[in-house]
Structures are given as C-alpha cells and as structure tokens.
T-cell receptor, first 114, second 113 residues
Framework: GNSVTQMEGPVTLSEEAFLTINCTYT??????LFWYVQYPGEGLQLLLK?????DKGSNKGFEATYRKETTSFHLEKGSVQVSDSAVYFC?????????????FGTGTSLTVIP | DAGVIQSPRHEVTEMGQEVTLRCKPI?????LFWYRQTMMRGLELLIY????????DSGMPEDRFSAKMPNASFSTLKIQPSEPRDSAVYFC???????????FGDGTRLSIL
C-alpha cells in the first residue's frame, strides 16, 4: 500500500544553516505531494505542494521537487531562521477507486538555535 | 476569512464519561477529516467525509468512537465511554476537493483521567 517515509528527527541546526529533510513515498499511481508545518500548540499548515512529476513547490524560502524517478520529495531551505523551529510533515494524496487516500509521515522536529 | 474552527480547545474529563468534539469546516469545502495526534503514534487519520457522507472510517479505533456530519458546516467526534488511552490532540481538517491541501483547525487537547 501507499506510505510516506521521512527522515527521523530531531534535527538541530544553527541559524543560517542549510536544511534538508528527506521524504520518500510509495504510491501506485500519481499522487499529489505536500509538506505541512506544525508550530507548537497549533494545527498543521500547508507549507508547499506539488501535483505532478518535476513540479517544484516553494514557499517562505522552502522548496521541494517532485521526483518520480526516485519517489522523493525532499524539503530544503538555504538559510534557516529561529522562527522555522517546528515539526514538518511530508504527506501524499492519491485517488483510488474507493476514494482518496491520505498518508502523513511521522513528522520531523526542527530546532534552530541562534 | 475564518479557518477550521474546533471546540473545545481543551477538555479534561474522567474516564467513563462521554466526550464530544466539534468542528466547523471552511465554507465550501466538501471534505472533512478527523485526526488524532500522539507522541507514540504520530498523526492518525480516523475518518473522513465527502459531502457529509463518511467515506473511510477504517482508522476509527473501536466502537467507542463515532463521528457524524449532519450538515456541511458541522461535524462531531464522540467517544463513549472515554478511556485514559484516548488522551491526545484531535484535529479536524477540511479541503475543497480531491487531492487539494487540507486546512487544519487548532485542535482539541483531550485528557482523560
């Protein structure tokens, strides 16, 4: 079945460091891929998305490219800030005969220190 | 523009009591989702609705859990009787269409003593 596997945390970086959070997926067809961010005490918020192969989603300096050949959707940011400290979730959505299937990764906690 | 609204934000109750969590999705969104989040199990999809009809409830833990969506602007998740292991943060989310991003509420933090 479908699944999403993302890099385990926690991840601790210094301010202005480069960030990569790996995400790979398993799907039978052509899913849509998402990254969500969760700040303490809040719900998940959409960070970026990509709906087809080679699409690049981007927002707030974060980027992720839909790579069908490697079934990956790694999240990157060139220079992290303290305000980026949060939990990041990779997710996919795929339409099956029985309806849409939704899968979230386990989340990766990021702490950025000044 | 109002987002997904959940109530209550916090609930503390004794085991055996009935608990009702409420959700108002974003107007015009046809899909509504209920999730549970714990440290041990992460984010789990419990059930989702399309146009008020339950589509997939395979994530509902057991018969003590039930969810309803009587109309397009309201849904409830009920636990009866509640148990300490039900303690978690419960999120409601809604989306406009298949494969579209989900918009999450701020969650209900439930503690069963």
């Amino acid at each position: 079945g479908n699944s999403v596997t993302q890099m385990e945390g926690p991840v601790t970086l210094s301010e202005e460091a480069f960030l990569t959070i790996n995400c790979t997926y398993t799907a039978t067809g052509y899913p849509s891929l998402f990254w969500y961010v969760q700040y303490p005490g809040e719900g998940l918020q959409l960070l970026l998305k990509a709906t087809k192969a080679d699409d690049k989603g981007s927002n707030k300096g974060f980027e992720a490219t839909y790579r069908k050949e490697t079934t990956s959707f790694h999240l990157e940011k060139g220079s992290v800030q303290v305000s980026d400290s949060a939990v990041y979730f990779c997710a996919l959505s795929e339409l099956w005969n029985t309806g849409n299937q939704f899968y979230f990764g386990t989340g990766t906690s990021l702490t950025v220190i000044p | 523009d109002a987002g997904v609204i959940q109530s209550p934000r916090h609930e503390v109750t004794e085991m055996g009591q009935e608990v009702t969590l409420r959700c108002k999705p974003i107007s015009g969104h046809d899909y509504l989702f209920w999730y549970r989040q714990t440290m041990m199990r992460g984010l789990e999809l419990l059930i989702y609705f399309n146009n008020n009809v339950p589509i997939d409830d395979s994530g509902m833990p057991e018969d003590r859990f039930s969810a309803k969506m009587p109309n397009a602007s309201f849904s409830t998740l009920k636990i009866q009787p509640s148990e300490p292991r039900d303690s978690a943060v419960y999120f409601c989310a809604s989306s406009f269409d298949d494969g579209q991003p989900q918009h999450f509420g701020d969650g209900t933090r439930l503690s069963i003593l």
